[in-house]
């Protein structure tokens, strides 16, 4: 007798269990982390758009606090970053608003950071871009460009700092009335582009030819409309699994992590809360890459600093970007 009533509890808890998540490293108030990378070192890097522009290194083993290690002084904020040859990453910098999410013309750089050091150098000024945002590598020498207000994806030559337009598609595109941003993060797969858009709330994808321009149009994955959100702000950036068989998309809004089986397209909540401070307002997901943590989901927040969290009808606003291990095995 116990056992049937013990079958139906135990399947509804794991329905609803959640990964353990556990706070690394909680920047000041008025710090805005917004992306980052792994080194095959294991350290951490995140960017950040407030209090300025900025790289910082984070071991993820110690309650140190992170190093610096770039400031880019010609510009307000740090967004998307991506690694290309080992210890060699770029950043997107540029002068965001926080204010009014406009971006000032011809403010889109891309620099290098080679580690050792790391050695800073501008790669070039994105001229004709209008919001580059989210950052991925399509090969050793060219990476991918988000434009969140253009709609678009820029590929950059990292060697010659030349850039083109490769790929323009409606899921990228954002409608003119909304007011948060549209295309945010980039990831690829194979030859797939995966990308999120936060005004239109899809996770998409879009086959790619060798130089990043698309083979067909872009397709939807799943949807983030079902996840409860503070205000209308929905998918910011995501972390692939290694295999490339599953995506972590961030809920800012929602304060949770979307997985996405990216085959089926289906979607489940694996950590976080609306109401509370763990993920507050989340922007991007990375995996670890050391035997010790490859399981190991390490997630930006902003600290919501946008969106307040209410947490036991206390309301949480501006406590500091986080970084957060999130164990999904
Ligand atoms: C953290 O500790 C684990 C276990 O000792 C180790 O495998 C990993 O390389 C360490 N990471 C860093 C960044 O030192
Ligand atoms: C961006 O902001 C920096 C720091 O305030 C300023 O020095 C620079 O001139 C600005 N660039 C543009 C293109 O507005
Ligand atoms: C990138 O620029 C370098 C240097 O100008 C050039 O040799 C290379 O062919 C370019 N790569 C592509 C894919 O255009
Ligand atoms: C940049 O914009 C200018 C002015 O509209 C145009 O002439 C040029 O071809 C564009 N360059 C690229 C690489 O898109
Ligand atoms: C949960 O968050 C929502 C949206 O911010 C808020 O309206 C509600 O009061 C919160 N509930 C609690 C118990 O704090």
Do not use: H
């Not at 209008?130 to 590929?155: K, R, Y």
């Amino acid at each position: 007798m116990q056992s049937f009533l013990l079958i139906p509890l135990f399947i509804a808890s794991l329905c609803s269990a959640l990964y353990p998540s556990s706070l690394v490293y909680q920047f000041p108030k008025g710090t805005w982390v917004e992306n980052l990378a792994v080194r095959s070192s294991g350290t951490v890097l995140v960017t950040t758009i407030l209090p300025n522009a900025a790289v910082y290194e984070i071991n993820p083993n110690s309650s140190t606090t992170p190093k610096v290690v770039a400031q880019f002084s010609s510009s307000l904020a740090a967004l998307g970053i991506t690694e290309t040859t080992p210890d060699t990453f770029y950043v997107v910098s540029n002068n965001v608003s926080t204010a009014t999410g406009a971006v000032a013309p011809g403010s889109n750089k891309i620099w290098r950071l080679s580690f050792p050091g790391p050695k800073v150098a501008l790669v070039s000024t994105v001229t004709n871009a209008s919001f580059l945002n989210g950052l991925t590598t399509l090969n050793s020498q060219t990476i991918l460009a988000a434009d969140a207000t253009a709609g678009a994806v820029w590929a950059i030559n990292t060697t010659s700092g030349a850039y083109k337009k490769v790929i323009s598609d409606p899921l990228m595109s954002k409608p003119a009335s909304e007011k948060v941003v549209g295309l945010n993060g980039l990831k690829i797969t194979g030859s797939t582009l995966y990308f999120t858009n936060t005004a239109q709330k899809v996770f998409a994808k879009i086959p790619l030819n060798a130089d990043g321009t698309p083979t067909t149009s872009a397709t939807k994955v799943a949807s983030s409309t079902n996840v409860p959100v503070a205000n209308t702000e929905s998918y910011d950036d995501f972390g692939l699994d290694k295999a490339g068989n599953t995506a972590y998309c961030v809920v800012g809004g929602g304060n949770v992590i979307q997985k996405v089986v990216l085959a089926s397209g289906s979607t489940s909540i694996v950590a976080g809360n609306l109401n509370s401070t763990d993920l507050a307002e989340p922007t991007s997901g990375q995996f670890g890459r050391t035997t010790s943590d490859a399981g190991t989901l390490y997630v930006t927040t902003s600290g919501a600093i946008n969106i307040p969290v209410y947490k036991n009808g206390v309301k949480y606003q501006d406590i500091g970007g986080q970084l957060v291990a999130v164990k999904t095995s």
